[in-house]
T-cell receptor
Framework: QAGLTQPPSVSKGLRQTATLTCTGNSNNVGNRGATWLQQYQGHPPKLLSYRNNNRPSGISERFSASRSGNTASLTITGLQPEDEADYYC???????????FGGGTKLTVL | EVQLVESGGGLVKPGGSLRLSCAASGFNFSRYMMNWVRQAPGKGLEWVSCISSSSSYIYYAASLKGRFTISRDNAKNSLYLQMNSLRADDTAVYYCARDDFGSGIDYWGQGTLVSVSS
């Protein structure tokens, strides 16, 4: 089934700002937004932001989500070594009645 | 504390079957929609199925073509995934995950590995 589109990799320097993108369509991201997940190798994903762009309790303010049309974005400010991970977006697709995921972006902090 | 613990994974031959279980605790299980999401080795996340709180609504990924069945037992705080006609490309870590009323999949278990090989 159709997935969301994310760049495979992004590299940024320590303490810089990274913006990750996620593109879908009007049935998913454009409908009610996307969520963002962080995953370290060998660990389960962790939710960073809900579809309404709110952060779950305990998630750093350095992570902020937004949406413009069919594209969702995750901005990470003040990059730290521990931010190096895989980041996935997901959205409920109303035409498929399914959650769809992006292919993931590997963030490297230089 | 929300906890989701999967079990039932293992090595199975192509064409075989396996039943995964997920034991939930730390929240009112009967109020939440639940999901199964899988991740093949070195690959991204792939949604498998979800089931509403009372089992009234059940959805599957189209790619499964009727081979998997999701179910739940609210009295036992448990979620299940019956997998039949398994293929090599079903090899993955299978995660049990809670759905926060459509706002997002907010809690994930540690996963259970399913390996399909002869």
């Amino acid at each position: 089934q159709a997935g969301l589109t994310q760049p495979p990799s992004v590299s940024k320097g320590l303490r810089q700002t990274a913006t990750l993108t996620c593109t879908g369509n009007s049935n998913n991201v454009g409908n009610r937004g996307a969520t963002w997940l962080q995953q370290y190798q060998g660990h389960p994903p962790k939710l960073l932001s809900y579809r309404n762009n709110n952060r779950p309790s305990g998630i750093s303010e350095r992570f902020s989500a937004s949406r413009s049309g069919n594209t969702a974005s995750l901005t990470i400010t003040g990059l730290q070594p521990e931010d190096e991970a895989d980041y996935y977006c997901s959205a409920w697709d109303s035409s498929l009645s399914a959650w769809v995921f992006g292919g993931g972006t590997k963030l490297t902090v230089l | 504390e929300v906890q989701l613990v999967e079990s039932g994974g293992g090595l199975v031959k192509p064409g075989g079957s396996l039943r995964l279980s997920c034991a939930a605790s730390g929240f009112n299980f009967s109020r939440y929609m639940m999901n199964w999401v899988r991740q093949a080795p070195g690959k991204g996340l792939e949604w498998v199925s979800c089931i509403s709180s009372s089992s009234s609504y059940i959805y599957y990924a189209a790619s499964l073509k009727g081979r998997f069945t999701i179910s739940r037992d609210n009295a036992k705080n448990s979620l299940y995934l019956q997998m039949n006609s398994l293929r090599a490309d079903d090899t993955a870590v299978y995660y049990c995950a809670r759905d926060d009323f459509g706002s997002g999949i907010d809690y994930w278990g540690q996963g259970t590995l399913v390996s399909v090989s002869s």
